[in-house]
């Protein structure tokens, strides 16, 4: 079996899979709530929630798959990018348990974790990736589209300014959602309906035809509309949801926007899978959008199981699999950036 741990921002998490990518145990202990009363992450408070939950978590992942610390071959950690005290918390327990128990430890980049989470089923083993697929990242810290061919990972586009998970953030701190705000826009979104009239948000384009995402107009935008209309929690609840339907929606029709340019540039022979991947990823309306664009292209969608679209160590192990290259516990260093 393989161990996995991930500590990158605020939930800790530590997964225990086989090696055909059966996923024996996938623990997560989530600090959301000690960061709620702030509006986002604390990170020194994220460190030392990590420094609390990480063994006890450990034990009880071992202790649930019905196995020692004996059965581990390998341990896999996330080494980056994210806050740099988080990841520290994680890679100094992975390299102690790895030298302690004589193991390799693979340093897994927390962005390739979420790239190939498309690929792990809630049961049973994964399911077998392409040699080639076009990989989307949507997340609170990355809205990128990636081009994947074996283990080599090629970046399309990004964001130019904020990423799409920061946004439903943002912008729901602002109309008085808790945090983290992409599941309360869509929960409220649900209820309403978008009115693209009454909420003109902005498409953001840029002069030089890029496919790059941008989130910042749609951000700006959705602060001066609520104003406008006194959008708050603790206002009109039907405005509040058709605000949200909208938001969402624009937020949304960004991405299949930059995804067509994207798609329309690629070469033939083109990738034959989509996998979506990250928290947005569990966005009940953008799910179903991107099936009906997978219809529509013929191209098959792979989205993740909800529990593997936010973090999670299951995906983190996943990546250690695909990766092979352990390496010597004591050269795994924690970075905040990764190139
Ligand atoms: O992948 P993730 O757990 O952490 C990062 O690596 O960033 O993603 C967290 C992000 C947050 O911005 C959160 O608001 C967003 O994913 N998110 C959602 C939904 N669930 C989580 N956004 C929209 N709809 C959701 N259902
Ligand atoms: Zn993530």
Partial sequence: MILGIETSCDETSVALLERDGSVRVNLIASQIERHRPFGGVVPEIASREHLQHLFPLVT?????????????????????????????????GAQGLAYGLGLPLIAINHLEGHIFSPYLQKEGPAIPRPERFLSMVISGGHSSIYDVRGRDVVMLNRTRDDAIGETFDKVAKFIGLPYPGGPQIE??????????????????????????????????GAIRL??????????????????????????IAQLFDRLDVVWSRLESPVPTELAIAGGVAANGTLRDRVAQWGR??????????????????????????????????????????VQ
């Fill in 187 to 220: 929960k409220h979104a649900n209820q309403g309906r978008a009115d693209a009239k009454r909420f003109p948000f902005p498409m953001p384009q840029f002069k030089d035809e890029s496919a790059d995402f941008s989130y910042s107009g749609i951000k700006a």
């Fill in 226 to 251: 609520a104003r406008e209309h006194n959008i708050h929690v603790s206002g009109d609840a039907s405005a509040l949801a058709d605000f949200c339907a909208t938001f969402q929606d624009a937020l």
């Fill in 60 to 92: 009880r992942a071992v202790a649930d798959a019905g196995s020692t610390l004996n059965d581990i071959d390998c341990v896999a950690v996330t080494a980056g990018p994210g806050l740099i005290g988080a990841l520290l918390v994680g890679v100094a």
């Fill in 296 to 337: 529509e292209k013929g191209v098959l969608v792979r989205l993740p199981e909800k529990k593997f679209c936010t973090d999670n160590a299951a995906m983190i192990a996943f990546a250690g699999l695909q990766k092979g290259e352990p390496g010597d516990p004591r050269r795994v260093t924690a970075r905040s950036r």
